[in-house]
Nanobody, 122 residues
Framework: VQLQASGGGLVHAGGSLRLSCAAS????????VGWFRQAPGKEREFVAV???????YYADSVKGRFTISRDNAKNTVYLQINSLKPEDTAVYYC?????????????????WGQGTQVTVSS
């Protein structure tokens, strides 16, 4: 599966963004899709995951502010980010896999998008 992440930008704290992860591949609807982020000087961090049937799971640090969803007809997964904080500043990546062994471990994911930059100013 080929992935294309988009939707990042520069926003003020408290603002919102919706990131998109567009995928190619006829079997995308059955894939798990995850979002990760990597801030400067920090390790890549798991953010959220959605299964092919829409089950979701979030990192504790983003619960209540981030919402992951998918539109299989459009082969796209979204990450809605509300109440943005400066600490949300990072490059956000989407990843896909048929059955990731451990959602939070980036090594479990086979396919990755190129990343989209989110910058939150205080």
């Amino acid at each position: 599966v080929q992935l294309q992440a988009s939707g990042g930008g520069l926003v003020h704290a408290g603002g919102s963004l919706r990131l998109s992860c567009a995928a190619s591949g006829r079997t995308f609807s059955s894939y798990f899709v995850g979002w990760f982020r990597q801030a400067p000087g920090k390790e890549r961090e798991f953010v959220a995951v959605i299964s092919g049937v829409g089950s979701t799971y979030y990192a504790d640090s983003v619960k209540g502010r981030f919402t992951i969803s998918r539109d299989n007809a459009k082969n796209t997964v979204y990450l809605q980010i509300n109440s943005l904080k400066p600490e949300d500043t990072a490059v956000y990546y989407c990843a896909a896999d048929e059955q990731p062994r451990r959602f939070s471990d980036g090594r479990s994911w086979h396919d990755w998008g190129q990343g989209t930059q989110v910058t939150v100013s205080s």
